[in-house]
């Protein structure tokens, strides 16, 4: 896998191999760069790729805190570390471009080629697409870099044109600057750029991964000026309606700004080509700098220089031409040329001197290449004999192999060449099929022990070895044989599982089907796992039932989703819904969660908190946690009572405290100074007990235990009233109670009924009553 | 000053430098000088031990202490991953700019022995809406209450239609900042300041004039020690080119040529700049000012504005030659400079002042009428009759004149900076941001469009909110940022197609409301939009309660 971005691995500086995993020096190293990066946002230079970094910053946190992202991370450090992958088209390449010397390729030949390399002819013919793209990219560099003095010479035109196999006319479509013949009165040549803009346009096309101004607004280097002023404009109105300000627009928003500024007048954008071409020979100019650090370029260094101008696509001639106006603009002498000069008097030209050492230096290496046959012959033959005679001596067939290969390796193609490829042919099958025989040997030993798996490991690290010898199609028979094998066997075990359990059966069947993406019993499998379907609905169902029950959503709802992955049937669709269902209720747990959590923020205030929930019952009516949340809401209303009883209880006993009417009597009792009579400190209501008919109400005097007496009764209606209605009373907060006496008589309303005297702590005097089976306190008293 | 009105000050927050304004005794604005005497201080951050320091000397110690000097953050508000780290502390770019506004608060508190508590503070008209908020917890952190935040570019028309003739005309405002560039049509009428169209780019300002400098004098030290070292990679000396760029830069607006030295490594390299030269090198930030001004204007035409009065430069920056001359070649106007580095400070200590009489107008009219009196807009909804007594009161009472007691009334309308809307997907199936309330549109402003439910039975609609930079009404995703989301709860049992409509308001501080109803059932959600890339919750409190602690020098 690869990103189109920084590797984050690389860019947090993290070690790789073994990978960085604990997500503590992560965070750490993304706290440091995330500072670092800080700092930088507003440096001179550095300041939008600082930016462009701190954008990257979430992206990175995700992927380098999440474990599985982390992985990938890891690989795409790994792939980069050792990008090969263009490496198998080096042959074909180097092929196609002897081909294609000549300046075309016939079908034939692609034909042919792509049977020798074992590709389809629609590859090849892709490689010839890019090669030819290649070639006009080349041209315009070789017309670039000759632009950099300023303008092109028709002469240069023809030269490239000759070189590449192509029109002069099409050459010359592709110039940018001016062109002038040879020898013709010297133009105004145009300077570059400010080396300060050139400089800032080229940082930031890194940015974006551009490489010009010109790929920049999507146009041709050859665009006509009135076009690229327009391109600029729209592309200036483009960027501007981004809203997202990262550092990529930031960049183009600088860059739109330069192609304003530069495609306004045919001059500057000769300059801003110039400037271009300059930077193509960067890598030369750095060579030439470290060549006349003391002032002057030596000779030798001047042949060393030639020759990686011809990187660049120049000739000797050009490159020394080049090389000169170079050192020249430095103020640096040629030493070849201070000596040479004087001589210039007889008429010599100092430049052909040089041309001479150049071509010299081409036709020493010309005859490296093309005369060696013939001067090596006879050392030739001594180094076959020697290396025939080593190999000889190796011990293992492979050490045989390696001296001959290395042999041919390191030798070039001559006529002991083929002698020693016939041998290595013979040792690489020997080893073959020694190879072969030992995987046949374990294979058949793990087969018969029906360890299958462990007879197609044998043949396949076979093939591994040998992925194109002569025996390669045997082995992949036996390794699909040793398969079917496994597969049968495999499948006998299912089918003898009849008795197992059928959530395990189930899973062998799956994973019958996911190990053998092509087996022989599939359809039976498939079958049997059919007959399965409703055996194993009902126990899923059990299953998912008894989650439901304990609110487990989650394993509920993979159960389900289990047997939808499975099946296409009424029951899936019915679990499918269930599955949709218990989704709803695990959302509608998580808000319930989150409620009891906001209410529990409330802290102290009830009211706040019961009102949160009511919000929710209100704005959500008749989802699965209503229950729970009336259950939350009861619980509240209990509380709140419960907080109001203890006021009451507070106040009894602060009452009791001031020494006042009402004192403290054994624990839990209170007695009163003025009728010398003992009360329970709580009411019924106070102790907790809901509220009461006149026959409970009797029984719960006489049951009570308060102090420890046992003479507990209902109070007569005087006595009531006598703390409850005489000042100082009795405090109380069942405003709307009343308290049941001991006074009861019977009455005919519709029908008979027993009627009771109670008294109410507020209210009128006198006189009221209640049916005996109305709810009511009790206050008891002794003796 | 009586008694009975609040100085309200006002605050140019900027870039590179700040000041702070208020109304004097006479209606006059006035900036008042910093402990150093100057009436701009560098809103630069200096991290000395436990003590902050802000301005001058802490520009001075940027050159000695690289690393515990902290600057340009206006560049960073409503970056939620910018983070200044000293000292195991980290520090967003809110706190940092409340550091700043506490320096010329409190050196102003000094100079007039009076406290500062209610403040006005600028923000690039550019701003959207998480770095307006971000100015504005600033101020809080800072320990003020922010009664607004208002553009740049209206503070100046402010400050500018304050001091000249009160006639009907157009202007353009041209403001480059330190950090920012702003560029604004305004209308100045007798009653009203009115912003027509605004524009910019909030990373183009003198800084990027520098930067070019520093660059250069990069190049000239390879070029004359043959050294290839990135010699910025040293903080003291990255330090001190830009200290240097910087002055040269000034220097460079008063003459032709200018000396730089180089220090680095021991060596001495000594650099002649010109005025043609830095132009030459600066000429592609210069034609993006002049992009964005002719984007501007065809905005404007749109509205009906097809021609301008006057063009006013604001700014710092537009003190540099090229800028009067580049505008004369493109505009064949005469451009006006009109107090670059104050009149920001000042058009917002006007608006304070304004803010603070209206109060006491609206109570006084209150008083009279015996009814409730909102804003100053409900003031045409009043018998002229009382508006005039009262005014005349409050001139009485306070003591500035009663053409000055009523320039008050003056209304200042601005327009919103960003097109705000909603993602949605269209007939094809493609989600596309649906823009409610357009860029340029005059502010408060509201909105209300329908959507659709997408499917049958929709339990929620997720609303997504959406800003970006045209007027466009339906504008690519990508070409949006989001701004904040809420969500919808429907009913069960609806049909596709139900009706949702969603009203945008917002508000004359650009700050944006949303609410959304189902039509069906009339159910609503209500959302203030959290703005996720500003400093919130936990990390402002701890901000505030560090700033309660701090002593800033």
């Known amino acids: 896998m690869s990103f189109d971005r920084e590797n984050f691995f690389e860019l947090l500086e993290l070690s790789v191999e073994p990978p960085e995993n604990d997500p503590k020096v992560i965070e750490e190293a993304i706290k440091k760069k995330q500072a670092q990066w800080s700092r930088f946002r507003n440096h001179p230079t550095k300041g939008i790729q600082a930016k462009k970094f701190i954008g990257l910053l979430p992206e990175i946190r995700r992927v380098m805190l999440d474990p599985e992202l982390r992985k990938e991370e890891v690989k795409d450090a790994l792939s980069q570390q050792s990008a090969k992958a263009e490496e198998k088209f080096v042959s074909v390449d180097r092929h196609l471009a002897i081909q294609m010397s000549k300046g075309y390729i016939t079908d034939e030949e692609v034909a042919k080629l792509a049977q020798l390399h074992g590709l389809p002819e629609k590859d090849i013919r892709d490689r010839i697409a890019r090669k030819e793209a290649e070639k006009f990219a080349e041209i315009d560099k070789q017309i670039g870099v000759r632009l950099a003095k300023g303008y092109v010479t028709e002469e240069e035109i023809a030269k490239i044109a000759r070189a590449h196999g192509v029109e002069v006319e099409a050459v010359r479509r592709r110039v940018t600057g001016p062109v002038t013949k040879e020898g013709e009165a010297a133009i105004p040549v145009g300077k570059g750029l400010e080396t300060t803009i050139a400089r800032a346009i080229e940082d930031n096309l890194s940015i974006l991964g551009l490489s010009s101004l010109y790929e920049f607004l999507e146009v041709e280097a050859n665009a006509s000026l009135k076009l690229l002023h327009k391109k600029a404009h729209l592309k200036q109105s483009e960027i501007s309606k981004i809203s997202k300000k990262d550092a ?92 040479k000069a004087r001589k210039l008097v007889g008429g010599r030209d100092p430049r052909k001197v040089l041309i001479a050492a150049g071509a010299a230096l081409v036709l020493i290496l010309a005859a490296v290449l093309s005369f060696s046959f ?59 099929k020694r190879d072969f025989d030992a995987a046949q040997k374990s294979a058949g030993a793990a087969a018969a022990a029906n360890r299958f798996e462990e007879a197609v490991a044998a043949f396949e690290s076979f093939l591994a070895k040998h992925p194109s010898g002569s025996l390669t199609g045997r082995a992949k028979k036996m390794i699909d044989t040793y398969r079917a094998s496994t597969d049968e066997r495999d499948y006998r075990a299912l089918a003898a599982m009849g008795m197992k359990d059928v959530d395990s059966r189930m899973a062998a069947y799956v994973g019958y089907l996911k190990k053998y993406r092509k087996g022989a019993h599939r359809e039976e499998v498939k079958k049997l796992i059919w007959d399965t379907a409703e055996e194993f609905y009902l126990s899923l169902k059990k299953q998912i039932d008894a989650y439901a029950e304990k609110e487990q959503w989650d394993k509920a709802i993979a159960l389900c989703d289990t047997y939808v992955a499975l099946f296409d049937n009424p029951r899936s669709v019915e679990l499918g819904k269930l599955s949709e269902n218990y989704k709803t209720y695990q959302k509608e747990a998580l808000y319930y969660d989150r409620l009891v959590k906001d209410a529990a923020a409330k802290g102290d205030d009830l009211d706040a908190a019961e009102q949160v929930y009511r919000d929710f019952l209100q704005a959500y009516p008749g989802t699965s946690v209503q229950k729970k949340v009336e259950a939350r809401l009861a619980e509240i209303a209990a509380r709140k009572e419960s907080r109001k009883q203890a006021g009451t209880a507070d106040k009894v006993r602060a009452e009791m405290a001031r020494g006042g009417r009402f004192s403290a009597g054994r624990s839990g009792t209170v007695t009163d100074r003025r009728t010398g009579l003992t009360w329970t400190t709580l009411d019924s209501a106070m102790e907790g007990r809901s509220c009461m008919d006149y026959d409970t109400a009797r029984k719960y005097a006489a049951e009570l235990r308060t102090g420890g007496y046992s003479d507990w009764r209902l109070p007569t209606p005087a006595e009531l009233k006598a703390i409850y209605k005489a000042q100082p009373a009795f405090p109380s907060w069942n405003t709307d109670m009343f308290y049941w006496s001991s006074k009861s008589y019977r009455a005919f309303t519709d029908q008979w009924v027993n009627v009771v005297e109670v008294v109410t702590p507020v209210g009128s005097a006198s006189g009221e009553t209640r049916e005996s089976t109305r709810c009511g306190l009790v206050h008891a008293v002794r003796p | 000053m009586t008694k009975q009105m609040k100085r309200i000050f006002g605050i140019d927050l900027g870039t590179t430098y700040s000041s702070i304004a208020y109304v004097d005794d006479f209606g006059k604005a006035v900036v008042v000088p910093n402990a150093e005497n100057q009436n701009v201080t560098p809103s630069v951050v200096f991290f000395d031990g436990p003590n902050i320091v802000v301005g001058d000397v802490a520009k001075e110690s940027a050159k000695l202490y690289p690393n515990d000097v902290v600057s340009f953050v206006k560049r960073s508000m409503g970056e939620p991953d910018f983070l200044f780290e000293h000292d195991g502390k980290s520090y967003r770019a809110e706190e940092i700019s409340s550091f700043v506004l506490r320096k010329v608060a409190q050196d102003a508190e000094a100079h007039l022995g009076e406290k500062v508590t209610d403040v006005v503070i600028t923000c690039p008209a550019y701003f ?94 390879h070029a004359q020690t043959g050294s290839k070292e990135d010699i910025l990679e040293d903080p003291d000396t990255c330090q001190d080119l830009q200290l240097s760029a910087e002055r040269s830069k000034k220097i460079l607006s008063q003459r032709e040529k200018t000396p730089i030295s180089i220090t680095h490594g021991g060596e001495r390299v000594k650099v002649e700049l010109s005025r043609e030269k830095f132009e030459a090198i600066t000429n592609d930030l210069m034609e993006r000012t002049i992009a964005l001004t002719h984007d501007m204007l065809s905005e404007a035409k749109k509205k009906g504005y097809t021609r301008f009065d006057e063009f006013i430069l604001v ?224 990390e402002l409190r701890e901000a505030k309660a560090r700033a309660q602690n701090l002593v800033v020098h």
């Not at chain 1, 001639?317 to 090389?323: K, Q, S, T, V």
């Not at chain 1, 290396?387 to 390796?409: F, M, W």
């Not at chain 2, 971000?134 to 400050?159: D, H, L, S």
């Open chain 1, 248 to 339: 990529a627009v930031t960049a183009s928003t600088i860059l739109v700004g330069h192609c304003i500024a530069i495609f306004k007048s045919e001059e500057s954008r000769a300059s801003y080509d110039i400037s271009r071409a300059k930077s193509q020979l960067k890598d030369l100019n750095a060579d030439i700098d470290i060549a006349g650090m003391d002032g002057k370029l030596r000779t030798e260094y001047v042949t060393t220089l030639v020759q990686s101008a011809a990187k660049y696509g120049m000739d000797e001639e050009e490159a020394l031409a080049y090389i000169r106006r170079y050192a020249a603009d430095k103020g640096w002498t040629l030493e070849g040329e201070e000596k």
């Open chain 1, 374 to 432: 013939y001067r090596h012959a006879r050392s030739l033959e001594r180094a076959y004999n020697a290396a025939v005679e080593s190999s000889a001596a190796q011990k293992t067939l492979e050490g045989q192999l390696k001296v001959l290969s290395d042999y041919v390796k390191s030798t070039k193609p001559n006529k002991h060449t083929a002698k020693a490829e016939e041998a290595i042919a013979g040792l690489s099958s020997r080893i073959e």
């Open chain 2, 128 to 221: 959207g809406i998480n770095e307006r908020e971000a100015t504005k917890i600033a101020g809080e952190i800072a320990g003020f209450n922010v009664r607004q935040i208002i553009n740049e570019p209206t503070a100046a028309a402010i400050a500018y239609g304050s001091t000249e003739s009160s006639d009907d005309k157009v202007v353009l405002v041209y403001d480059l900042g330190g950090g920012t560039f702003d560029i604004t049509m305004i209308h100045i009428q007798p009653d009203a300041i009115e912003v027509i169209c605004t524009g910019g780019d909030h990373n183009l300002g003198g800084k990027d004039w520098d930067d070019r400098i520093v660059a250069n004098l990069v190049e000239e030290f």
């Open chain 2, 315 to 538: 700014g710092g920056s537009t003190r540099m030659p090229m800028v009067v001359n580049r505008i004369k070649e493109d505009f064949g106007i005469e451009p006006k400079m009109f107090a670059p580095e104050e009149a920001v400070a000042k058009g917002a200590a006007i608006y304070g002042w304004k803010l603070s009489i209206n109060d006491s107008l609206i109570e006084r009219l209150q008083r009279k009428i015996g009814k409730k009196v909102q804003k100053m807009e409900d003031l045409a909804k009043v018998d002229a009759r009382h508006v005039e007594e009262a005014a005349r009161e409050v001139a009485a009472e306070t003591g500035y004149t009663l053409p000055a007691v009523k320039s008050s009334m003056v209304k200042v309308r601005d327009v919103a900076s960003k097109s705000f809307g909603v993602l949605a997907t269209n007939a094809q199936n493609e989600e596309v941001v649906v823009n409610c309330i357009l860029r340029n549109t005059a502010v408060p402003v509201e909105v209300t469009q329908e959507f659709y439910t997408a499917v049958e039975n929709q339990k929620t609609v997720l609303i997504r909110i959406m800003e970006s930079e045209t007027s466009d009404e339906n504008v690519p995703p990508d070409h949006s940022r989001e701004i904040g989301t809420a969500v919808l709860h429907l009913p069960p049992g609806l049909p596709e197609d139900t009706p949702v409509i969603i009203s945008f308001t917002l508000n004359k501080e650009g700050r944006l409301h949303l609410t959304a109803v189902e039509s069906s059932e009339q159910r609503k959600v209500e959302v203030v939009i959290e703005t996720l890339s500003v400093i919130q919750g936990e």
